[in-house]
């Protein structure tokens, strides 16, 4: 379960460093600069994105298994991924995912 918390805490500290750049891109942009600032807050977004779907293909990959609370999860983020743009690279990571042992939240936090 602390490494559902570790998942869910590195999640919350990206989408929350997004919107706050947001909000302060927001706060400082000149009217003409509203959606070049706008463009710059979802390209960091995907980024912010694309950088956990990388790092948790690659953690998982080397453990040979996943849970399927993080396998749940790993989809949520492509989901959103996608929706800022993001390219079919991810789907094939998440197929391999798939394909990965899957293994009940209980086995894995013993």
């Known amino acids: 379960m602390e490494h559902l ?9 990206n989408l929350c460093s997004t919107a706050f750049l947001g909000i302060i891109a927001y706060i400082l942009r ?3 600069k509203f ?3 706008f463009a710059a807050v979802v390209e960091a977004t995907k980024t912010l994105l694309w950088d956990r779907i ?7 990959m080397a453990d040979k298994f996943i849970t399927i ?6 989809k949520l983020l492509l989901d ?4 800022v743009g993001g390219n079919g690279n991810s789907d094939m990571m998440y197929s ?4 990965l042992e899957h293994i009940p939240e209980k086995q ?3």
């Open 35 to 37: 959606f070049a600032a």
């Open 54 to 60: 990388y790092v948790i293909y690659h953690e998982k």
């Open 80 to 83: 959103s991924f996608h929706s």
């Open 69 to 74: 609370d993080q396998l749940k999860h790993f």
């Open 108 to 110: 894995y936090n013993e």
């Open 96 to 99: 391999d995912l798939q394909k």
């Open 30 to 32: 000149k009217p003409f």
């Open 5 to 13: 918390g570790d998942f869910l805490y590195h999640n919350i500290f």
